[in-house]
């Protein structure tokens, strides 16, 4: 029969065997190179950088339809002999934009615009294999962190539909005997659309990945719900304004109506219903679309306002911060946009404007994430 302990017996000395603590699945989820996939991501987003404006170029130069097949693998050779440069060339005399605008082209002015052309594609096929190689290479080493193999995948789905697309669009515009010079601008719409999806997708896992799961499982605790339901708004109203930006860019509605804060000396442009069946004219009416650009963009920097006036009282100094550089980025995008307008937007002035929009659409998703996972913040203003 065991011995009874004494009330004050000392049991120091005795060994206790505890098991190991379960550190559940927060801890598990930490698990992984997220410090590297975070690094790979942040090499993505530069790519994607490039190729929006790689893209903008291609299309302020009017070189979109140079190359007037899409072949995703043979197609990345470019023609290596005067014999192949001829054969491309004469693709490109036999459709519209050749035939009614182009005709007074040489061979050398073909090779200039064949070369943005070319160099846009490769940019996408360069992006497809820098994720392709990096998904493999931590799949395989088991260094995805858990729950992220989906989120990774999606990345790649969404470059490969972005590739399907891109040939959508420009296949809109290589046409025979219809007088079409342009590639349909709702599909330039889409194309530059879901560009913005996949960076702002790269930037929103970055940002999770920069803080351990543990971290933000207590963030969220503290999520500022009215500000991050306004961020979130704010999110989808910029995102309409860089659709209404792609349809401006598809027809050159930028180059029709020069004068601001009118428009050909009056506030709604003449003609703006010319086009028949009307609904074409909110994709093809150069003044009702640069109309509907301005007056968007108007309403989305009042509405930038209205937020970061509830994100400056924040109780957090981080999410305080972010929300000043996001009006700071508005402020100076509208002031482009004007800038833009009124030099009729020639290339260097409207691919700024273009990068720009990048710019704030990151310091968005940013201003959105830290009210849904706030930095805490000490009595002293230290973050901790």
Request: hydrophobic share 55%; charged share 15%.
């Amino acid at each position: 029969m065991a011995e009874k302990r004494k009330l004050f017996e000392e049991v120091g000395d005795a060994q206790v065997v505890r098991p190991p603590a379960d550190t559940g699945m927060i801890d598990r989820g930490r698990g992984g190179a997220r410090g590297t996939i975070r690094l790979w991501l942040f090499v993505l987003f530069a790519l994607v950088f490039v190729m929006i404006a790689v893209g903008g170029l291609t299309r302020l130069t009017d070189s979109g339809l140079s190359i007037t097949e899409w072949k995703p693998f043979t197609g990345a050779m470019p023609p290596l002999s005067e014999a192949d440069w001829q054969a491309e060339f004469a693709k490109y005399q036999a459709i519209d934009e050749f035939q009614v605008q182009n005709s007074w082209m040489q061979l050398s002015d073909f090779k200039a615009i064949y070369w943005w052309e070319w160099g846009h594609r490769q940019l996408g096929r360069l992006i497809g294999m820098v994720w392709a190689l990096g998904f493999l290479w931590f799949l395989v080493r088991r260094q995805i962190p858990v729950g992220w193999t989906g989120r990774l995948l999606l990345l790649g789905g969404l470059g490969g539909l972005q590739g399907a697309i891109g040939w959508w669009m420009v296949s809109s515009g290589v046409t025979v005997g219809q007088a079409v010079l342009d590639v349909a601008s709702y599909r330039l719409a889409t194309h530059l659309g879901l560009a913005f999806i996949i960076l702002g997708v790269i930037t929103w896992y970055a940002l999770l990945l920069g803080r351990t799961e543990r971290d933000l499982m207590q963030a969220r605790r503290t999520k500022e719900r009215r500000l991050f339901g306004m961020s979130t708004g704010l999110l989808h109203f910029a995102f309409l304004q860089i659709l209404l930006g792609a349809l401006v860019a598809g027809i050159d509605a930028g180059r029709f109506f020069i004068d601001w804060p009118l428009m050909q000396g009056q506030f709604f442009p003449p003609d703006a219903f010319n086009i028949a069946p009307i609904w074409r004219n909110f994709f093809e009416n150069p003044g009702l679309v640069q109309f509907m650009h301005r007056m968007t963009g108007y309403l989305l920097f009042a509405f930038a306002i209205v937020v970061w006036l509830k994100g400056r009282k924040s109780a957090h100094g981080t999410t305080r911060a972010a929300f000043n550089l996001m009006l700071i980025a508005m402020v100076a995008q509208v002031a482009l946009g004007i800038v833009t307008v009124l030099n009729a937007a020639p290339v260097h002035i409207a691919i700024v404007h273009q990068a720009l929009a990048v710019v704030v659409w990151v310091l968005i998703l940013r201003v959105r994430f830290l009210s849904g996972y706030p930095v805490p913040t000490s009595l002293r203003g230290h973050k901790r």
